[in-house]
């Protein structure tokens, strides 16, 4: 087996789960949030900066790797750890997701989906064996079943049509994967907003027995009381004895009541994208920089924060240097915006360690609404 999840403790005030994912490339302390580096980058980061934020694992595209430069280039360099200098875990997705929302005139079948670039229009073809062989060749720590996402809203017989065949994709996904001792490949459990579907995909699915598992078809425009719902039945049908990833999911307060729910690993590129256009997580809530109020201020982003940009460079100056498009400025609005995300997922960690999530998470409620105009994500 390629991982190990060990399970430390649970919380005694809200059920949170701390633990420790072993991979080959090292330990990923849980609940644990997880940069994502779409194509073999987290944009404008290097990994040096990201090792001295601490992340543990990051995250990258499998659709866009297979489209530039491509696998087989990756595997000539000796996979993608090797090809983008990053020792630590790498978790890739299995370009399902990608497939449905960028791609142009696709076409599902149960062999696969056919699709053309968005990048040039090559005409392309994904199958569960396709993806196997891509993440393969990639070396990625922690691979994904390919799976289809079905949108938000979607009929009842649709979604259930869609799990059954995600569930036949897993199935051959398991019977392609030809690294089974060193990259470790997780199911999606699939189902949309529907109880009785997302517990006929979870058993479908427990009883192939993967290292780990996944909640897919989440984050994708419902409102998030919806989302905290479907958690609290689906959490519940997944083995207490592996990971637990929720995709898609990296606002604060999701990080903190998916956490509470029980999961074990969340992705998001919400910290740096909000990050590209000067808009910043702080303890106090959302912080946009690029505002006109903050063109004389030289305190930091956050006073609360402890990280290379709060240290030294003021809001004033970021603004400035985001106004002038300059890169420098993105950069430290990225670098502060990851480090606030893993330092809150450090918090949750010790919080869990000391039985008190819950008081953590209304004490962090109540100081992050703090700025009423400008609050949440
Ligand atoms: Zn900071």
């Known amino acids: 087996m390629a991982i190990k999840y060990e399970l430390i403790k649970t919380c005694k005030q809200s059920g949170a789960r701390l633990g420790r994912v072993h991979t080959p490339h090292g330990v990923i302390e849980t609940p644990a949030f997880m940069p994502v580096g779409t194509q073999a980058t987290v944009k404008t980061m290097s990994p040096e900066e990201l090792k001295m934020m601490d992340a543990h694992i990051i995250l990258s595209n499998t659709y866009h790797l297979f489209l530039r430069p491509g696998h087989e280039l990756i595997r000539q360099a000796g996979g993608l750890h090797k090809f983008m200098n990053w020792d630590r875990p790498i978790l890739t997705d299995s370009g399902g997701f990608q497939v449905f929302s960028l791609s142009e005139m696709r076409k599902i079948t149960e062999e696969g989906v056919q699709f053309r670039s968005h990048l040039n229009g090559d005409k392309l073809f994904i199958s569960p064996e396709v993806a196997m062989e891509i993440q393969n060749a990639l070396g990625s720590d922690i691979m994904m079943a390919f799976d289809e996402c079905p949108p938000h809203p979607a009929e009842y017989d649709y979604v259930k049509q869609s799990l059954e065949r995600t569930t036949r994709w897993a199935e051959r996904c398991l019977k392609a994967h030809s690294r089974p001792d060193d990259q470790a490949l997780f199911a999606i459990v699939q189902g949309g907003m529907y109880e009785d579907l997302r517990r006929q995909s979870a058993m ?11 909640i897919g078809g989440l984050s994708v425009g419902e409102p998030k009381d919806i989302m905290y719902q479907v958690l609290d039945y689906t959490v519940p049908l997944l083995p207490a004895a592996k ?14 009541e998916g956490s509470i729910r029980g999961i074990d690993m969340f992705d998001c590129v919400l910290p740096t994208r909000i990050a590209r256009n000067g808009t910043t997580m702080t303890s106090q809530g959302r912080l946009v920089v690029r505002n006109a109020k903050y063109a004389n201020d030289f305190g930091p982003l956050d006073p609360e924060c402890s990280c290379y940009t709060c240290t030294n460079y003021s809001r004033a100056y970021i603004r400035h240097l985001i106004k002038a498009d300059e890169t420098f400025g993105i950069r430290l609005t990225t670098y502060h915006n990851l480090h606030f995300l893993l330092q809150l997922m450090r918090d949750v960690r010790r919080a869990i360690a000391e039985d008190r999530l819950l008081d953590f998470r209304d004490a962090f409620f109540t100081k992050y609404g703090l700025f009423d105009n400008e609050k949440g994500f």
Request: charged fraction near 15%.
């Open 204 to 214: 479908e699915l427990t009883s192939m027995d993967f290292p780990g598992y996944a």
């Open 243 to 256: 990971p637990r990833y929720l995709m898609g999911v990296g606002s604060p307060d999701a990080l903190l």
